[in-house]
């Protein structure tokens, strides 16, 4: 099976279900395992990687007025790699390359690959989808097992934290303007101990506009 990825984070969990031979292309911004870096790019940012954080948001509000994406499929390296499977996400056009980015280059591939879009808001969602991409993949066994893990560390974290004070958490999720963090990281922050006071959780990330 030859893979193509269309987020870190998918990435990493074809790499931690044992599926690194198989995963053909990634993004430009995967990076982990290392040995990700070696795959060809076939998802690129159309955004300079200069700018500042100020300048990028203004950039991006113009390319969402638009109805432009932010990023660019290369679809020579795609036609190349003739993937069977392409792993993407549907939670944030602006995050990482979606379907629709994906759309117009499934017109032009000899062979119509599997879309696998995954959409978590929580981390129970997040859990869903690596067994999702191990039962697509045939390695349901080793997703249950990556699951299983994940929740064993969770819970030592929140046994070790269950009896100390819990420190009031603001997570950002960009700096210029800020933009608070919402789906699944104040849950993260609760089950690591802390009371995040201004993520809602769930929902997508907001801009703070200086009001409580």
């Not at 056009?93 to 499934?106: E, I, K, M, Y």
Request: hydrophobic share 45%; proline share 8%; net charge negative.
């Amino acid at each position: 099976m030859r893979i193509c990825s269309f987020l870190p984070s998918a990435t990493e969990i074809l790499y931690s279900l044992g599926l690194g031979e198989s995963v053909a292309g990634v993004t430009y911004e995967c990076d982990f395992p290392p040995e990700a870096r070696k795959k060809p790019v076939v998802v690129h940012t159309r955004l300079p990687h200069t700018s500042s954080p100020a300048e990028i948001d203004r950039q991006v509000r113009e390319f969402v007025a638009r109805g432009e994406s932010l990023y660019q499929v290369d679809l020579e390296v795609l036609k190349r790699i003739e993937p069977d499977l392409v792993v993407t996400q549907d939670l944030c056009h602006v995050c990482a390359a979606s379907p629709g980015d994906l759309a117009s280059a499934l017109t032009a591939l000899p062979h119509v690959p599997r879309v696998l879009s995954l959409n978590p808001t929580r981390l129970s969602h997040a859990w869903q989808d690596i067994r999702l991409v191990g039962e697509v993949t045939g390695r349901a066994d080793q997703a249950a097992a990556a699951v299983v893990e994940l929740e064993k560390r969770l819970l030592a974290v929140e046994r070790s934290v269950a009896n100390a004070p819990r420190p009031r958490v603001a997570c950002l999720e960009w700096l210029d303007p800020p933009f608070i963090a919402g789906h699944w990281v104040p849950e993260m922050v609760a089950r690591a101990g802390g009371t995040d006071v201004m993520g809602r959780l769930g929902e997508p990330v907001f801009a703070f506009l200086g009001k409580p």
